[in-house]
């Protein structure tokens, strides 16, 4: 089955869902989403974990003040 006959297999599904079922499905939809999300984020795990440590200490130094500085430039 190609992807545009699943999609259109879903779609007269879901046309024909009570109220109560088509909320499931969208609870269930978004708990999808929000997986992808985790393993997106996830993918950037160690991704620091070769870089030396004069340079790591550099970058987190005072991360803390430059982060509440930062934020005063938007609003």
């Known amino acids: 089955m190609s992807n545009n006959e699943l999609k259109d297999k879903l779609k007269r599904r ?12 969208s609870q269930f939809l ?19 974990s070769d870089l030396e440590d004069d ?6 130094r005072d991360l803390e003040g430059r982060r509440k500085n930062n934020r005063t430039r938007f609003f």
């Open 55 to 60: 340079i790591f200490n550099e970058l987190t």
């Open 14 to 25: 879901i046309d024909h869902l009570s109220e109560d079922k088509l909320h499931d499905v």
């Open 30 to 48: 978004e708990s999808l989403e929000k997986r992808n999300n985790k393993g997106k984020i996830l993918s950037f795990a160690g991704c620091w």
